[in-house]
């Protein structure tokens, strides 16, 4: 791997090239993109420079590794603020010798976790299967010829040649296009081929599905054929940022505050603690990961899981903290009706 591996990378923004340019590569003309990449637009890269970009940038792939973790999904089932109050609910259950009513819970448990675990497991497969959807090769211009290369070892400011049927290698800024439509069902949700413009120049904040001067990595070429340069690849195309933000896999450490002297205050630590405590309290009940969807349902499934233990001790209290097993009983079932039937646990 090149250096550019192992080194903290900037968060992406949408549009730029790995080492970011003036303006994101869609509010260019084409041929500022290639001043800025020092790139040649027709014999493309030497060797050596391409060798040495590979260093810089890294290989075009979408992270390191691979493969699901099925280890990892088990646990995120059970650390699911829905699933909790069924545990205790069993617990409680067992704990008064109300095996009839554990049992049930427990398979409730079972089965919740089971459906679960494998609605996850295909989606993870899916996701994984992202690295898979680029073309083992691509066509790139060296040294003044048409070249077949591994799509891993494409870097910013080569010159890729796209036809029909191929799969865009990464990021690209159309310099030439000939009836080129491609498929971004995958990265923009649009059902229909999107016909691209190479002299089109849009805004900055213009979104990925009407940037029409941009081919985006892991898309599907449907007709026609097209010259680009590469601006981004890896994990700063546009599939990679899906990748990044569904994935979120690294362990993030907050780092203390720096006062303006460049020293870092006693407190500034233990604010940093607590932040890295919270936001790993976060990953793990699911709260601060995923997409937005699954953040608010997380969320929710959390406020529940309290308003189930505040209403279970309401009717603990109305009942004087009695312990029989009618009223610890009837906490439970309580604190079970907060789960809505139809949110999926």
């Not at 936001?279 to 308003?307: E, S």
């Amino acid at each position: 791997m090149g250096s550019g591996d192992t080194q903290a990378q900037p968060e992406h923004i949408s549009g730029q090239s790995n080492k970011p340019i003036s303006r994101p590569a869609h509010a260019l003309k084409w041929t500022d993109v290639l001043d800025e990449l020092k790139a040649d637009g027709d014999d493309g890269l030497t060797s050596a420079d391409a060798a040495a970009r590979l260093e810089e940038h890294g290989r075009n792939e979408l992270g390191e590794g691979g493969g699901v973790n099925p280890g990892k999904i088990l646990l995120r089932q059970v650390a699911n603020a829905m699933t909790l109050i069924l545990i205790i609910a069993m617990a409680v259950s067992f704990a008064i010798a109300s095996y009839i009513e554990g049992g049930v819970v427990a398979a409730v448990i079972i089965l919740n976790i089971v459906i679960g675990f494998m609605q996850e497991y295909s989606a993870e497969k899916t996701m994984d299967s992202l690295r898979s959807l680029s073309s083992p090769t691509a066509s790139a211009v060296r040294d003044g010829k048409t070249v077949t290369v591994s799509t891993q070892e494409i870097v910013p400011g080569d010159l890729v040649e796209m036809k029909t049927g191929d799969v865009v290698p990464a990021d690209v800024r159309i310099i030439e296009a000939v009836n080129f439509e491609t498929d971004e069902a995958l990265l923009t949700g649009e059902s229909l081929p999107v016909r691209k413009d190479a002299n089109s120049i849009f805004e900055d904040l213009t979104g990925p599905g009407d940037r029409l001067n941009v081919a985006y990595s892991s898309s599907t070429v449907t007709k026609g054929r097209a010259t680009g340069i590469v601006f981004a690849t890896g994990m700063h195309t546009e599939i990679g940022s899906i990748a990044a933000a569904l994935r979120k896999k690294d362990s993030k450490f907050r780092s203390p505050k720096q006062s303006k002297d460049g020293t870092v205050k006693p407190h500034h630590y233990i604010e940093a603690t607590v932040l890295t405590v919270t936001d790993a309290v976060g990953h793990f009940l699911g709260v601060n990961v995923g997409t937005p969807l699954q953040k608010k349902l997380a969320r929710l499934a959390l406020l529940l899981f309290f308003i189930a233990i505040i209403c279970a001790i309401i009717v603990l209290g109305a009942n004087n903290f009695r312990n029989r097993q009618e009223v610890i009983i009837y906490a439970v079932a309580t604190g079970l009706s907060m789960i809505p039937a139809s949110l999926v646990v």
